[in-house]
């Protein structure tokens, strides 16, 4: 008779198990020198890999033998998530690329939030195919931060990322009981994506593309902060350029805080025939029925809500040119001039000075007192070198900043880079050895160092 499925199945896996024993032997022996212990472990190893591996081997025979029709992944399948590009591809766009020094107004950190909010709620109902409307994301967003979430902001987030949702108003809403009735006009949210973002065939809102809109929201209002940066810069005495790809920190004196509050972008309203009547409307008709006092409150609420719609200029708060003081005068207006021109070249440099080098000035700026305790610890434990790990380790115990021994250490091989004539680093074996030359005079150590500093900081 004619061998079955099973049959060949069976001896697919024996097939198999015949092949990881066959790998097992390939592994090398067992030393010769080595303690019963040891034996015992690697004899452990081994079983714990026969065992794996004839696992493995029977699960591939299990598939091996499964007919074709029962699959549960077909093949064109399989062959098109092989095309898929790269991870370091399809999350480029999650690394961080704004430096630590453009820090924002507190304003702007709260709206970032409610957008991270808003965007996780709006993420859960759009991807259960519910619709979003201005309510639930409100109550939710309120939940998480303990903060007052209005429509307002909903127009801010969409004057800063006008490309974030598709905002409508919307009726014959199903409501469950929240108070609005199905026959009102709600405003409604839906995320904009793209067509390549879908699960299918329907459009998913994934925790990466989550992510990636946080940040593209972060970048705007970085920008928003920079245009006003920008016209800061503009009003000085005397004005400066900066490049925007080349900042990486605001202006010693440009006060984040006092950036205005974002405008919010306008938001779809309901036909003309469903809107709430305005306070100008409420006004004119209950006109000589209201109180004085209701009255003008009403008219002062009507004049609030046009200038509001009016929009603010986005001009920032910008310093005067002071005058000059009467301790200058006398002085030449060139001279003036050279110092303010100095001035603004050495700010400018620091408003466009890479993080690398901002740790290796601070660096530099701890060396001149790190220099004398390196010396007592070379005198106290009177040898000419000390191993490296000993070294960080007592000038970590002496040094008033608490600082792991990995920081340490930078900071000793920066004294080795700029002074290799008084401390050398020596790789011996599996050890590395830091020597000092004890005769140098202090003094002119902490000179040099100190003129390094200064160097790099004019840089």
Known sequence: ?????????????????????????????????????????????????????????????????????????????????????????????????????????????????????????????????????????????????????????????????????????????????????????????????????????????????????????????????????????????????????????????????????????????PPQEDRLTTAQEVLSTARGMLTPKMEKALANLAIRTAEAGAGEPVASKVPSPASTSSALKGVSQALLERIRAKEAQKLQALMTREPQQEERLAMLGRLPAMARILRNVFVAEKKQALTMEVACARMADSYDVQMPPGEMEKHLRLFAELLPDWVGIHAVRTDTYIKLDKGKDLGLVTERLTKAAKEAEAL
């Open 1 to 269: 008779p004619l061998p079955t499925q099973e049959d060949l199945a069976g001896l697919r896996c024996r097939l198999q198990r015949v092949k990881a024993l066959a790998q097992l032997a390939q592994l090398p022996p067992v030393p010769a020198g080595a303690s019963p212990n040891l034996r015992s472990r690697l004899e452990q190893v081994r079983q714990l890999e026969l065992r794996i591996r004839e696992k493995k081997a029977g699960s591939r025979a299990a598939l091996g033998a499964r007919p074709s029709g029962d699959t549960g992944v077909a093949a064109p399948a399989a062959e098109a998530g092989s095309e898929k590009p790269p991870a370091y591809q399809r999350f480029h766009t999650l690394a961080q690329d704004l430096p630590p020094g453009l820090t924002l107004p507190y304003k702007f950190k709260v709206l970032a939030e409610m957008f991270r909010s808003m965007d996780t709620i709006a993420g859960m109902l759009f991807n259960r195919a519910e619709t979003i409307t201005f309510a639930k994301v409100k109550q939710g967003v309120q939940d998480m931060m303990r903060k007052q979430f209005e429509e307002r902001h909903v127009g801010q987030i969409k004057a800063v990322y006008p490309t974030s949702y598709r905002l409508r108003q919307e009726k014959n809403i199903p409501t469950f009981g929240n108070g609005v009735k199905k026959s009102d006009y709600q405003l409604t949210l839906e995320p904009v994506l793209g067509e390549e973002e879908k699960v299918d065939g329907r459009p998913h809102l994934s925790a990466s593309r989550l992510l990636e809109r946080r940040k593209e929201f972060n970048r705007n209002l970085v920008n928003i902060v920079k245009q006003h940066h920008k016209a800061f810069l503009a009003a000085l005495s005397p004005p400066m350029v900066v490049p925007e790809e080349k900042l990486t920190r605001w202006h010693p004196r440009f006060n984040v805080d006092e950036v205005p509050d974002i405008s919010p972008a306008e938001l779809p309203r």
